[in-house]
Nanobody
Framework: VQLQASGGGVVPLGGSLRLSCAAS????????MAWFRQSPGKEREFVAA????????DYADSVKGRFTISRDRAKSTIYLQMDSLKPEDTAVYYC?????????????????????WGRGTQVTVSS
């Protein structure tokens, strides 16, 4: 499995950005995919997750109501629409894939649950 993330950049406070993550290499019917982010000196943190089959979603409290995760079956791609961006959203964003969706939410928020990772894309929110 290969994951290719894109869409990062510099955006002003309160602005919007959409990240994409294209997956290739296997069937994803049973998988869960997620976005994580990491700032310098901090641990990688969960942002949002989606179940490929049903498009069921999960969000970290810090982004709920501002970010939206979605998927496009035909393109084997997930997206992260980020609105009302804040300086604390500045980070490198990573997409990840777990071949078998984990029904336990606590597990879905852990980086160790995911077997495949894309290269990160930098998001910088300027104040």
């Amino acid at each position: 499995v290969q994951l290719q993330a894109s869409g990062g950049g510099v955006v002003p406070l309160g602005g919007s950005l959409r990240l994409s993550c294209a997956a290739s290499g296997e069937s994803f019917g049973s998988s869960g995919m997620a976005w994580f982010r990491q700032s310098p000196g901090k641990e990688r943190e969960f942002v949002a997750a989606i179940r490929w089959s049903s498009a069921t979603t999960d969000y970290a409290d810090s982004v709920k109501g501002r970010f939206t995760i979605s998927r496009d079956r035909a393109k084997s791609t997930i997206y992260l629409q980020m609105d009302s961006l804040k300086p604390e959203d500045t980070a490198v964003y990573y997409c990840a894939l777990d071949p078998i969706y984990n029904v336990a939410r606590m597990s879905r928020t852990r980086p160790s649950t995911y077997d495949y990772w894309g290269r990160g894309t930098q998001v910088t929110v300027s104040s």
